[in-house]
């Protein structure tokens, strides 16, 4: 959608008399599996929210790559941090 174009026109308009709020409750689970090669596993996730939105965060650990779990860890921690 270009700039100025008609419907991003519409759309702007759209946003601008929008005052309603939708809320929505979610129920999250989370799950993570080693699979059938390796002995660990270096997957990392986050969830969290508050009233108004919801952070969730998976990182692959990439399984077999020297400090996965570590790297997976650090993204979900700085991107967390960042977004929160």
Do not use: C, W
């Amino acid at each position: 959608m270009q700039e100025g174009s008609p419907s991003s026109i519409v759309f702007s308009e759209q946003l601008a008399h929008s005052h309603e709020l939708l809320l929505v409750h979610l129920a999250v689970a989370a799950r993570t599996d080693v699979g059938r090669i390796r002995k660990g596993n270096e997957d990392s996730l986050h969830a969290s929210a508050n009233a108004y939105r919801g952070l969730f965060i998976v990182a692959d650990g990439m399984g077999g790559h020297a400090a996965g779990e570590v790297a997976s860890e650090m993204a979900v921690e700085m991107v967390s941090h960042e977004l929160s």
